[in-house]
């Protein structure tokens, strides 16, 4: 099992960026596949980003594509989510959760096994 949890969110304006962090503890957290997704308020939860467990490999949502970029340091057990030309349309309650056993699920929340707590992320001016 990995416990996460995440931090770096808060209130940006359009065009602003911010930097979220995933701090993952327990077994081999290394091993395990990252995902990022969000929900916001009325709408269902939705995928943002995954990366593979060695970090060689990236996915990313088409609607952030070019503005997030995922990454991860194994050594420091941290996934990052660098979110930058924020949306309004961004907002939501930012996820991170582990353990997908297949990278062709890494889209379906469904797969993880681990959440964190969330961390809101607000763009308005």
């Known amino acids: 099992q990995v416990q996460l949890l995440e931090s770096g969110g808060g209130l940006v304006q359009p065009g602003g960026s911010l930097r979220l962090s995933c701090s993952a503890s327990?077994?081999?957290?290394?091993?395990?596949?990252i995902g990022w997704f969000r929900q916001a308020p009325g709408k269902e939860r939705e995928f943002v980003a995954a990366i593979s467990g060695s970090g060689d490999v990236t996915s990313h949502a088409d609607s952030v594509k070019g503005r997030f970029t995922i990454s991860r340091d194994n050594a420091k057990n941290t996934v990052s989510l660098q979110m930058n030309s924020l949306k309004p349309e961004d907002t939501a309650n930012y996820y991170c959760?582990?353990?997908?056993?297949?990278?062709?699920?890494?889209?379906?929340?469904?797969?993880?096994?681990?959440w964190g707590q969330g961390t809101q992320v607000t763009v308005s001016s």
């Open positions: 959760a582990a353990g997908p056993r297949s990278w062709g699920q890494v889209r379906l929340g469904s797969e993880y096994s681990d």
């Open positions: 327990g077994l081999i957290s290394s091993y395990y596949h």
